[in-house]
Each structure stands twice: as structure tokens, then as C-alpha cells.
């Protein structure tokens, strides 16, 4: 695919605002800057004209990122809307920055770190060299290269061996000064056989820039449950990538949920890289107005006997675009692969959109690999029959939006994650409800 | 299904079938492409001005374009201005006006190739265009055809005998701005076929070309054309081979299908150009643009292939389904061995309203090849209650090979209804067992479950077809079991 670089004004303004950054003490951490600064530079924002980045058009936020990326935080207004999640390990991050204010766990326990990049690397030598930057892949997007250019403020959670962590890890990410971009870098580290749970919530009031990027070892034998919700103001632009990647026997269990932004892409890449690992993977997308959602997963396999099971899902209401791609990539050592796909999209008006490609990519013959995506509509039995018990029109539409989204949601641990959700499914019912 | 015991080093050595090389004086024009080899094609062909202003359009746009790369193909750089353009046999001026004359060299060619001109026309009832190098050679039954009003003749004639006809419909599907081979083509094809069906009729019997190139360094881009008037239906065979040649030779095919209200097109092809030997030298390059149009209300295009050769093959026979009510199909058995690549699929794009379409796609991979199946199913605004159902299979036979499925949807009516399924796996070792342990040998009991796993094509193909089409698929994958 050609790369068309950025606009030089744009290009040029960057520049300036990364020389003009503030730099690390930690020679390494520059030189993981600079490499993904260059990289960017040559490879600019994404345009349409890229395969991967053909239904969805960053042209908005790439005008607007430098200028945003100067807008310096304001004291904040309002509360935050977060999530009260009992027993939680809560660290918060408003407009980027790290906010022991509001970040519920005052003392954090040993393993899981936050704060600026640049601080932590000087307070922890080794322990985010070994890790930061070996997962992500700056050529993968110019958004991920210029995460990792500037990324001044993240938090790592890392798992020793062995370690079962109960409470759930919550990080919030709020935005409220208006027009900033932030550029969340977070890090995950579980051990040989070490459990955790993080849920990732990303919420604005106010039109903003997100561009996150996050990486997830699961080692040996560890199970990660991770959720990231979505819930941004319809003015903010979102882009996030994910990183994960599997040794041995790990399991990774994913629900991404998006029920915000004005445009918002996200985009999961699992790497099964050690015999026996296995991944599923949820999205619910829910859309109205004019908003642009797309969400993407890939899982690649590369070791003997993975497994893996996707299931999206899509709920497009109004004139909202979804965009939907699944990429089931078995390399050819993955003998013994099984591997699992659903895409299912409903659309409830007409201008309502979804584009969806769930793709194979297969180069091991002793495989089990299946997908399957259906588009359509309400069925006409089900309201018929639901009509006929006595319920009117409205009620059996909820009904049946509800139990489309409901088999995503019912495993969901955190509860307070799984309330947003429903209401948010609620504000779609009524908005939208003939 | 023999059990015959045939050692499986032996098949995997055994040559293409169909790799003879037939020695007959041909009239070709040097390699090389420029504005006055098109001139020369089109006076040799003693084509009307529009024909020459319309290639020479289409010359001018190619060279502003550049190779599509989108394909997961590993295509060598080709050289466009090493190919020759035009490669006609040589002939007496007046050209033969009935079998007898055809220089019987020709007839053995296609004696050899299991088409016996006499016997299969006058058996099978098929009137037969044949095309070798870029020029048709001979068309069987044209009489017959004549008194049902079907036109079905080669395209050049058709250009001088039926210009009206020609500069109505040509380009209309496939406009030459369409993609990098389908403006190649406009601009140097030679020959191909032309079919008219005038309204009402239901064309008497089926209509088949054979494509074969023979000379070297020679490219072939032939372009079909195929109207079916109100009411009409016609099925259109289309069969392909070439010889063995080390050097990769270059085919770029357009062919357009105009289904006008309640008329149905069916179009078959068996793809067998020389697929390569086993470390990939040689073989065809097949680039080739296919588009049905359902113009008219209720009409339908219904595709069915069977790509069992060429080197690469880069191919997706689409239907715009413009006319309410109006269907397309789409059945295809794609197999690649040894180093073959294959990037095939459909388009099917909704535009009326009730339209429906169904793809089944079948891909097997062997050796070392790589199938890829890509389509897209696009559902316009305007498509209310459109139908979607898709169905792409991929068999793997061996560990060094790649199958891939790409298929993109694009749905913006809420009316609609679009599924996909698609499944990768190889032969299960217990269906294997299972037929072994009746009494079959190891490759005959695969050839029963390739043929199984195809089925579903090939109850679509026209008979004769069908049968050739399971003899293609078991000698393609000769030697990739064992």
C-alpha cells in the first residue's frame, strides 16, 4: 500500500512540539521515542487509501492533533463520571495525567505503577526497559508510532509469579479540558500463573483526542480478564490498539465495548505464542446519530494446539457507521489450530451502515477454522411472536435488542460495567423507538 | 472410481495434458505496444473508426494507470513491450467458410484437446467458437443459430457485420477506465466471442468458446460480449488451454454480460491454461475481468468456474444486479498445486430492490500454492429487502500451503439480510479411513472427497462440463496426496 505522508504543516508542527517535549533521563526511553518519532515522520496519519484504514477517515483528528496536543489541562469542572466499582484497585488519569486526587486506591500495591513515563523509567530501571515498545509495533499505524513518540504518562501493572490478584484493576481515563489530545501508554505484565482482572474506561465530556496504546504479556499459565469500555463524548475522536501476547497455557478473555465518540477505532491484536493458549475475545458496538465506530480484531496463532473464539456484535442506529474486521491469521507451525468467528450486525434504521470483513488467513492444513457474519434486521417471527403475547411494538423491539446485545454482556464480572451498558442500551431503545 | 494403483512419484512427474505445441504458420506482429500496433491490430482486423478511437482511448488511459497490488499474489514484473499483441494463424485471404476448410493441423490441435469440432457439435448439440492465438477460428452451427435469430459469432465479424450492436453495448459493463488489464485489453484485444440473443428467444442450444494460446511470447486478450435481449436465455461455455512454455505468458480477458428485463445469462468456464511446472516455471498469467450487468427487471447472470490451471490467477466475476427482482450467482472451484496462486472471487453489488445473490466458493490448495477467495457483497441504500447468501470452503492439503478467505460487506439498508459462513480444514483422516478401508486406494479415495466437497459447483455446470470438470479436478491434484 503507498503511504501518503502527512500534511507537511502538520508533519512540521509535530516536530516542533516533540523537540520541545520534555525528555527523559533515561537514554533508552529517548532513543524508543526518537525510532517511533522517525517512523512516524515517514509514515505520517493513516489515510483512506490504506487497506486497513479504507472505511474509516482520520483526517479530522489528524488536523487537529498538534494543535490539541499543546491544549495544557484545566482544572477540572465537573466530577468525573466514573464507575463506582466495589473493591477496586482504581487509578485515574484525567486529561492524560496520572490524578492521585481521584484514583480511589491512595496507596498502590507493589507490582502495579503510574504516573509519567519519564518518572517511572527513572524509578524503575530495567523493569519497563524489558517490556515497553516490544509488543507494539510502530509501523503498524502512524497513531501507535506517535503514542509511543510523545507517551508521557501511563501506568504498567506488573504480576509476579504465581500471584492471584482479586480486585478488579480499574483504570479511568477522563478527559474535560476541551480540545486536548491525550495519549494514554499502559503496560501489562502477568507472571507464570498469576491472575488479574483490568477494565479500561475511556469517557470525555468534551471534544477531545484519545490515542491510547496498551501491551499485555500473559505469561505461562496466567489468565487475564480485560475489559475496555468506550464511553466518550460524541465530539471526541478515539483510536486505541492493543497489544497482547500469549505464552504457554495463557488465557486471555477480552470484551470490548463501544458506546461513545464521534469516531472511534479500536483495534485488538492477540498473538497465541505458546502451545496450548487460548483467547476469547467479545466486542458489543452500539452506535447512533452520526457516529463512526470501528473495531477490529486480529488473532494470529503461531504456536501448535491454540485456540481461540471471537464474537462481535453490532447495534447501528440513525445514520451511525460501523466497521467491523476480523482476521483469524494461522501460521503454518500453529498445526492443531481451532479457531472461531461470529460477526453479527443489526441494523435498526435505514441509514445505518456496517462494513464488514471477517477474513482467513490460513498456512497450516490441521486446522478447524470457521467464520460466519450475518446483517439484517429485527427478525419478524420473533416481534410477531412476542406482539401475539401482548407485549406492543416498542416493548418486543427492547426485548430483542436487548437479548442480541445480553448474551455479550452476561459474563461480564464487574458489575458496574455491566449497568453502564445496559443503560446505554436503554438510551439507544428510547432514542430510537418508532 | 477405479482403484487403479498408480505410484504416486509417477503422477506427480506426469506432464500437463494439454502442453502440446502446434505447428502451424502464424502471422504475428512483433513484441512491443505503442499507438501503431494498435492502428495495424485494427486495420488487420479492418475495424470501423469508432473501434480504433475507442482502443486508442483506452491506450492512452492505461498508461496513466499502474498495476493493481492489492491481490495477495506474488506477480514477477511483466514487461508489457516484450509481448507480441497480435498472433493470428495464417490463412488463405478469404478464411474457411466451413470445417473442411480449416487447416486440419487446427483440427488435430483441438482433436487433441477433446474437442472434436464434428463429433461434439453435432452429438452434444453445442455450436463451438473456437479462438487460437487471438483469432477465432472457426464457429460451428452459425446456420442453425442463424433461423433462431442468435448472433454468435466471432467478435471481429460482429464488429463489421453488427457495428450498431457493438458500439451500443461495448464497454458499457466493463468501461475501459475500469481497472489496469481491463484498459490493456480495450486497447490491443483481437477476438473473442459475440452473442446476441434477440428478445423472447431461448437460444436453441448451448454456445461454447475454446480459448487456446499456442504461439510464444505472445499475449492473449480476448474480449466477449454477450446480450441477452428481453426475455432471452442462453447458456455459454467457455473452455481454456495453452502449451508449456518456460517464460510466463500474459492473458488478459474482458467479458461482458448484458441481461436485459427477464433474461437469464449462464456463463461457464473450465479454466486449464498451463499452470506451471512444479518449481513454477512458466504458466499463464490470467488476468481477467468478467461483470455481468441485470439491467432489466427479473433478469439474472449466473456464474459458474472451474480454475484449475494458470500460474496465477487473478479473476472476480461480479453481477450488478441494477434490475428489481434481478439475481446473480456465483459457483466456483478453484484448485491450486505446486506453486500456483489464486486470488479469486466475486462482487456482487445490489442496487434494485428485492435483488438476490448467491456465491458458494470452494478453494483447494495443494503443494505449495496459495487460494484466496475475495468478494464483496455491497448492499446499496436503494436495495430494500436485498438477499445475501455466501458460502466460501477451503480444503488444505499439505502443510506448505495457504488458504485465504477475504470477504468484504458492505451493507447500508437495514432491510437487508447478508450471511456469510466460510470454513478451512483439511480432509479428515476418518472420512479417509472410512473410504480406505472400503477397498479404495489413498488418491482415489481423495478424488471421491474432493468431487464431494466440489459438488455443489458442479451440479451447476452444463453436463459435458461436469464430467470433464471431475476428470480436471482429479488430475491437478495428482500427486498432492501421499
Known amino acids: ?434 | 472410481m477405479s482403484s487403479k494403483q498408480t505410484d504416486v512419484k509417477d503422477l506427480i512427474e506426469r506432464k500437463y495434458e494439454h502442453g502440446f505445441i502446434t505447428d502451424i504458420e502464424t502471422d504475428t506482429v512483433p513484441p512491443g505496444l505503442d499507438e501503431d500496433v494498435i492502428r495495424l491490430i485494427s486495420r488487420k482486423k479492418g475495424e470501423p473508426q469508432f473501434m480504433l478511437d475507442w482502443r486508442l482511448k483506452s491506450f492512452k488511459h492505461w498508461q496513466t494507470m499502474s498495476k493493481p497490488n492489492w491481490a495477495k499474489l506474488n506477480i514477477a514484473p511483466i514487461n508489457y513491450q516484450d509481448i507480441s499483441y497480435f498472433s493470428a494463424p495464417k490463412r488463405p485471404e478469404d478464411g474457411p467458410q466451413s470445417l473442411d476448410e480449416v487447416d486440419p493441423k487446427l483440427l488435430e490441435t483441438y482433436e487433441k484437446l477433446g474437442i472434436p469440432l464434428h463429433e461434439r457439435a453435432r452429438l452434444a448439440g453445442v455450436a463451438v467458437d473456437a479462438v487460437f492465438d487471438s483469432v477465432s477460428v472457426t464457429t460451428t452451427f452459425k446456420g442453425k443459430l442463424a433461423e433462431a435469430g442468435v448472433i454468435f459469432c466471432p467478435f471481429s465479424e460482429a464488429v463489421i457485420n453488427h457495428p450498431e450492436l457493438i458500439e451500443r453495448y461495448l464497454g458499457t459493463v466493463v468501461p475501459y477506465r475500469d481497472n489496469f488489464f481491463a484498459a490493456l485489453n480495450s486497447a490491443v484485444f483481437s477476438d473473442g466471442s459475440f452473442v446476441y440473443i434477440p428478445k423472447g428467444v431461448r437460444c436453441p442450444m448451448e454456445l461454447s468458446t475454446y480459448f487456446r494460446i499456442n504461439a510464444a511470447n505472445t499475449g492473449q486478450f480476448e474480449r466477449t460480449l454477450i446480450i441477452a435481449d428481453e426475455g432471452s436465455h442462453v447458456s455459454y461455455l467457455e473452455g481454456c488451454t495453452a502449451p508449456m512454455r518456460d517464460e510466463n505468458q500474459l492473458h488478459a480477458a474482458v467479458v461482458e454480460l448484458v441481461a436485459e428485463q427477464d433474461a437469464e445469462i449462464k456463463y461457464s468456464t473450465v479454466q486449464n491454461w498451463y499452470p506451471g511446472d512444479e518449481e513454477g516455471r512458466g504458466g499463464i498469467y490470467n488476468f481477467v475481468t468478467k461483470r455481468g450487468d441485470c439491467r432489466g427487471d427479473r433478469s439474472k447472470v449466473s456464474w459458474t468456474q472451474v480454475e484449475a490451471g494458470s500460474a496465477i490467477t487473478w479473476k472476480y466475476p461480479s453481477c450488478i444486479l441494477r434490475g428489481n427482482g434481478s439475481i446473480g450467482e456465483f459457483y466456483s472451484v478453484a484448485v491450486t498445486n505446486n506453486l500456483q496462486q489464486a486470488d479469486t472471487g466475486t462482487k456482487m453489488v445490489h442496487i434494485g430492490k428485492n435483488t438476490k445473490s448467491t456465491i458458494i466458493s470452494k478453494g483447494i490448495s495443494a503443494g505449495r500454492a496459495q487460494n484466496t477467495y475475495r468478494g464483496l457483497v455491497k448492499i446499496f441504500p436503494t436495495a430494500d429487502n436485498a438477499r445475501n447468501y455466501t458460502q466460501c470452503d477451503s480444503l488444505l492439503m499439505g502443510n506448505q500451503c495457504g488458504a485465504h478467505t477475504f470477504p468484504y460487506m458492505e451493507i447500508k439498508n437495514p432491510n437487508a439480510v447478508v450471511e456469510h459462513e466460510a470454513t478451512t480444514s483439511k480432509i479428515a483422516d476418518d472420512q479417509l479411513f472410512y473410504c480406505q478401508q472400503r477397498g479404495l486406494s489413498e488418491e482415489d479415495a481423495v478424488n471421491m472427497i474432493v468431487n464431494g466437497f466440489c459438488k455443489e459447483v458442479f451440479r451447476e455446470l452444463p453436463m459435458e462440463f461436469a464430467v470433464e470438470a471431475q476428470a480436471l479436478m482429479n488430475v491437478s491434484l495428482e500427486g498432492a496426496v501421499g
Open chain 1, 1 to 434: 500500500m503507498t503511504k501518503l505522508s502527512n500534511n507537511p504543516t502538520e508533519l512540521n508542527e509535530l516536530k516542533a512540539l516533540w523537540q520541545a517535549r520534555e525528555q527523559s533521563n533515561s537514554a533508552w526511553l529517548n532513543q524508543l521515542q526518537k525510532h517511533a518519532f522517525d517512523i512516524f515522520s515517514s509514515s505520517g496519519f493513516p489515510t483512506t487509501r490504506m487497506e486497513d484504514w479504507k472505511y474509516t477517515d482520520t483526517r479530522n483528528i489528524a488536523t487537529n492533533y498538534p494543535q490539541w496536543l499543546k491544549t495544557q489541562p484545566q482544572t477540572i469542572a465537573h466530577t468525573p463520571a466514573l464507575l463506582d466499582i466495589d473493591n477496586s484497585i482504581h487509578l485515574a488519569f484525567i486529561d492524560g495525567h496520572y490524578s492521585p486526587e481521584y484514583s480511589g486506591t491512595k496507596q498502590l500495591p507493589p507490582g502495579i505503577i503510574a504516573g509519567n513515563l519519564g518518572d517511572l523509567a527513572d524509578c524503575y530501571p530495567g523493569l519497563l526497559q524489558e517490556k515497553l515498545g516490544k509488543l507494539a509495533n510502530n509501523n503498524d499505524s502512524g497513531f501507535v508510532a506517535i503514542n509511543t513518540a510523545f507517551a508521557c504518562d501511563g501506568a504498567a501493572l506488573l504480576l509476579p509469579d504465581n500471584q492471584d490478584l482479586e480486585q478488579p484493576i480499574y483504570l479511568s481515563f477522563f478527559s474535560s479540558t476541551p480540545e486536548i489530545t491525550i495519549q494514554p501508554r499502559l503496560l501489562i505484565n502477568l507472571g507464570v500463573n498469576s491472575r488479574a482482572t483490568v477494565l479500561e474506561h475511556y469517557s470525555s465530556n468534551v471534544a477531545a483526542i484519545t490515542n491510547a496504546v496498551t501491551e499485555i504479556n500473559c505469561g505461562k499459565g496466567s489468565e487475564l480478564t480485560w475489559y475496555k469500555l468506550q464511553d466518550e463524548h460524541i465530539d471526541a475522536w478515539h483510536t486505541a490498539v492493543q497489544y497482547a501476547h500469549l505464552d504457554q497455557d495463557a488465557t486471555i478473555k477480552t470484551t470490548q465495548i463501544d458506546i461513545g465518540a464521534g469516531l472511534a477505532r479500536n483495534e485488538l491484536r492477540l498473538t497465541l505464542a505458546g502451545r496450548g493458549a487460548h483467547a476469547e475475545a467479545k466486542g458489543l458496538l452500539m452506535a447512533d446519530a452520526q457516529r463512526h465506530v470501528d473495531s477490529r480484531i486480529t488473532v494470529e496463532h503461531t504456536a501448535p494446539e491454540t485456540s481461540s473464539r471471537e464474537r462481535y456484535r453490532s447495534i447501528l442506529a440513525d445514520c451511525a457507521r460501523g466497521v467491523f474486521n476480523g482476521r483469524i491469521l494461522v501460521q503454518a507451525e500453529a498445526q492443531k489450530t481451532a479457531a472461531e468467528l461470529t460477526n453479527k450486525n443489526l441494523l435498526l434504521n435505514s441509514g445505518a451502515e456496517i462494513n464488514t470483513k471477517p477474513e482467513l488467513e490460513i498456512y497450516a492444513d490441521d486446522v478447524k477454522c470457521a467464520h460466519g457474519s450475518t446483517t439484517g434486521q429485527l427478525d419478524e417471527t420473533s416481534m410477531f411472536y412476542l406482539i401475539s403475547r401482548g407485549l406492543n411494538i416498542d416493548e418486543a423491539r427492547n426485548i430483542l435488542i436487548r437479548a442480541f446485545a445480553g448474551e455479550l454482556l452476561t459474563d461480564i464480572s464487574i458489575e458496574a460495567l455491566r449497568n453502564r451498558v445496559q443503560s446505554a442500551l436503554e438510551e439507544l431503545e428510547h432514542g430510537h423507538v418508532k
